[in-house]
């Protein structure tokens, strides 16, 4: 069966209930998934009053297909396989006549597990292992960053604008592409193309089933990371007293995990979650309810 699409999270598995985990995604998407899994199933009773109530204004997961250039963004995580554009936060020019246009692109808030081809207005432009396609060839570079604390900066912006662009601005902790663009009418008839990217998200994910973080498409330890982040998140901290229980977590995993038959033939997990978490608001604790 195709991934169910809820927003822009892909749910791949069976349309055939498997207790609260079935019903909370079905009903809710991942916004009333992230309440009613948390709290049904995940977090200690403790913690469950602190749980955001699912609104679409404080978690939005949603497809970010455009690129943009804006003083101020909200920050985005990404979880599992996506496609999806960024921020500008660097744009200069140098060369003759200013042909060489330089642009650093902002994908995540957080190391990710890796960046793939990359897309001008919805054609590949780059393939994965980095090599320019078609009328593009010989026209742009592309130097990737996964978003490392100990990253370094981009040296081919380093070389072209050493005032502008130093050693010292290594975006810690941000996954981030530079290109620089050769000016040819034919690669770019429309100015600056829309930008979008290829790639697989956050790769610091606890599995408890393991005791290894890592890179997964699981949704129930998706949540579970999301929940548990101490900045983005609520702060419930998985195995702790008043967090994420861990016996509750570990057989949610083992629910998304199980191994659906297709149709067609082979089989995918029963849950998987793909998709970008726009940080616009912090979750707010419910009050306690009598």
């Not at 899994?37 to 977090?43: E, K, Q, T, V």
């Not at 790769?203 to 890592?214: H, K, Q, S, V």
């Not at 949704?219 to 008043?242: R, T």
Request: proline content about 6%; glycine content about 12%.
């Amino acid at each position: 069966m195709p991934p169910i699409i809820l927003g822009a999270v892909a749910l791949g598995g069976a349309a055939i209930a498997a207790g609260g985990v079935a019903a909370a995604f079905a009903a809710t998407g991942l916004i009333g998934f992230a309440a009613n899994f948390g709290a049904s199933m995940l977090l200690s009773a403790a913690a469950q009053s602190m749980m955001p109530k699912p609104s679409v204004g404080q978690i939005a997961l949603q497809a970010r297909t455009v690129t943009v250039r804006e003083p101020v963004m909200p920050r985005q995580m990404v979880y599992g396989r996506t496609r999806k554009g960024g921020v500008i936060t660097f744009l200069h020019s140098t060369g003759d006549k200013d042909k060489d246009l330089h642009l650093v692109v902002v994908l995540a808030a957080h190391r990710v597990k890796s960046i793939g081809a990359i897309y001008f207005e919805g054609e590949m432009a780059v393939n994965a292992a980095g090599v320019a396609q078609g009328r593009w060839a010989g026209k742009l570079a592309v130097e990737k960053r996964l978003g490392h604390d100990d990253q370094s900066a981009f040296a081919g912006l380093i070389a072209a604008a050493p005032d502008l662009w130093t050693p010292a601005h290594r975006l810690a902790g941000c996954a981030a592409i530079y290109l620089r663009l050769t000016y040819d009418p034919d690669a770019f008839p429309s100015g600056i193309p829309n930008i979008t990217v290829d790639m697989e998200g956050k790769d610091d994910i606890l599995d408890p089933r393991i005791g290894a973080r890592g890179y997964t498409e699981n949704a129930a330890l998706c949540v579970a990371d999301y929940m548990a982040h101490p900045i983005y998140g609520i702060g419930a901290g998985i195995g702790a007293p008043d967090g994420i229980e861990t016996d509750s977590l570990i057989e949610a995993a083992n629910i998304c995990d199980e191994q659906i038959v297709l149709a067609g033939g082979g089989t995918e997990p029963r849950y998987s979650c793909n998709g970008v978490v726009s940080l616009s608001e912090t979750p707010r604790p419910l009050s306690r309810q009598c």
